[in-house]
């Protein structure tokens, strides 16, 4: 049986041995790719009724343990329901983009993406270790941003992705600082041991769990922080299928139900959570029903359900503060139902994302103002198009009413929550909950009406619109097929997969899944059907009446959008690092080296100040002999002429005296192999700069005014005593103790007799083959001046 961790790997390396096929084949390449996914799904599935019996799956893979840094992963019940849906509708996406994308375009670049962006997401639902998911966290950004920014050539898919990009990685580094504090907090890098561990009340915990959520928030586009979904769009529609309905939106919604263990026993996380998700709720779902384009409605209407769920989760929460049983039970119940309508939504969602892919394939638009009467034309994507909306707008009998029937259970039962002093405002939850879902409704009516009813309102048509061909039509079929059948056997999806994912996100609740109701059809005439009810009356007329209130969702100025502040934020970096870079990027090297000494006298000085470093004792030092006196006298003399040497032969010669000198002194010193090495070194040394400089007009004195010579001197003075109270401040140990006692183990640790070798060769090897590589860089360097031209490499060094 695979672990988890080769489920993880078997992705990337699909994708690296893709470019060794493309050539090979002479059929579509995606035919391929999807036995990837297709083989995963399979091997997820044969885990269902052991991780339902109770089962789970550890394995961990050392990587550095010194650092509790290890591929470890771990397959129960929450991660296996992410794992289903990223390989599931993942095939679909990858056989309904087979017909969807041309052949003239960069297929292998594409499923490359898509394999990529299908490890990562698996890597972050089954991984254990909070560094490694991170790594997968921030894969998935960078192949979402690859994915988004496909059509490169568009300069909407560029600003799409670059937006995408930034927001979630941004929301990523909180998440990290996060971990970091976790793991201060609990001495561990695994989330399950983080469970047991943790410190409720430590200082760190509330901190952590802000910068977690926002992480989250970012991720899975939660109010304010929506704005790159829509952008996000510009994808090609088999991405956005794959990325902004079941997977990676959903990434922030598994952080989320994983830590909820951790933080839910904290009242501000279910009060965060709540609040954004029922914000994001009822703004995506407004403003869906502004748009008037069907991938833009579909976005905003995928940032609403998101909120939706999200609230779930929060309101769910609860349960881990409560006294009684059947009070757990009572809130328990709103993270079953985010569990199940995170299923359903990803269902309904990727059906209707192909759907529309496929009317701007086969039509050329996704303008709702030109579409109409496509019915007739188009009968099986209408057809799908019906099951998926109604399904959205929570409508019998489709997996959403149920579902959503859930979500008003539990948005009723938060009229009870106590959470600090806000618990008057708790009955607004549903309130807000059931305006939004009257948006909801209203949106979904625009997208089987407005594009299916009616007349055709297209112009010039260049082509005649038909039906799609039927292996477009497959995957969004499936997925029509899986929203009726979850509809009429929920208890199904229920017992083998949510059961066992809200065992996970309650691990102390060992009862936790028997305290849940079966999922029913009919519940009886009850508030929550009454409010369905008012949802499909009202949401009908407004619906019929839209054209004489929707400008009223057009007041809102665009210049105060998030979008427009976004902008203008990314206006005023771009051109304060302009300002900032052009005042010191001036192209005088004398700056930059200005610049570095100056960091190097403030860092270094300033530390040695502030530590009280700055000590030594020289009573114990040998005495310096007259010799020793004389070379080091002939070396300064030699420093104190270089700056004022008319020529650049002089120059170099005085800078060959330094070199020798600390060469004899290595000699006194008893180091005669370093003196060799130095004697070598500068003798190249001499030569190279000999060679070089014949190419070089004349040395002409600098003409600087009086100010700035003394600046440079005071520069040169700094550096020079402050290497010299380094030098001098080693030898105390103040802060630190000697490593050469450890160096002086050498024949023991390397089995070298020589100490200067074994440092030089096993205990600097890196240090020493990055010295090779910088001569050999210098090397280049040199050669390339000495192939210019006279003329022009003089000019051109001489500026400088």
Known sequence: MFTANTIILIPFLAAMILPFLYKRISFQIGWIVLFVPAVLFIVLGSYIPSIAGGSTYYHTFYWIPSLSIDFTTYLDGLGLIFGLLITGIGGLVILYSIYYLSSEESLLHFYMYVLMFMGSMLGVVFTDNLLVFYVFWELTSISSFLLIAFWFHRKRSRYGAQKAMLITVSGGLAMLVSFIMMYMMAGTMSIRELIKTIDVNHELFIPALILLLIGAFTKSAQFPFHIWLPDAMEAPTPVSAYLHSATMVKAGIYLVARFTPVFGVEEIWTLLITGVGLATLLWGSITAVRQTDLKALLAYSTVSQLGLIMSLFGIGAAALRMGSSTETAIYAQAIFAALFHLINHSTFKGALFMVVGIIDHEVGTRDIRKLGGLMSIMPISFTVALIGAFSMAGLPPFNGFLSKEMFFTAVLDARNLQLFSLSEWSGLVPVIAWIASIFTFIYSMIIVFQTFFGRSRLENEEFPVREAPFGMLVSPLILSICILGIFFFPNIVGDYLLRP??????????????????????????????????????????????????????????????????????????????????????????????????????????????????????????????????????????????????YRVTAVLLNGVLGYGIALLFVIFRAPDLALTQIAVETVTTALFLVCFYFLPAWEKEKRPAGTKLFNVIISISVGAIFIMVALSVQSERLFQTISGYYEKAYELAGGKNIVNAIIGDFRAFDTMLEVVVLFIAGIGVYSLTKLKAGRGGENIGDQ
Not at 533 to 561: D, E, H, M, N, Q
């Open 501 to 646: 994912a809200l065992a996970e996100i309650f691990p102390t609740i060992p009862e936790i899944s028997g305290l849940m109701k079966p999922i029913t059809i009919w519940h009886g005439f009850n508030a929550e059907l009454f409010m369905t009810f008012g949802v499909v009356v009202l949401g009908i007329v407004l619906y019929k009446y839209l054209s004489r209130w929707k400008g009223l969702l057009y007041l809102l100025p665009s210049a105060l959008s998030f979008d427009a502040l976004y902008n203008k934020t990314l206006e005023w970096a771009e051109s304060a690092s302009i300002r900032v870079t052009g005042s010191y990027m001036t192209g005088k090297l004398w700056h930059y080296v200005t610049y570095i000494y100056l960091f190097f006298i403030v860092m270094i000085g300033g530390a040695l100040l502030m530590t009280g470093a700055f000590s030594f004792d020289t009573s114990g030092n040998a005495e310096i002999r007259s010799y020793e006196w004389l070379i080091v006298f002939v070396m300064m003399a030699a420093g104190l002429a270089l700056p004022l040497a008319k």
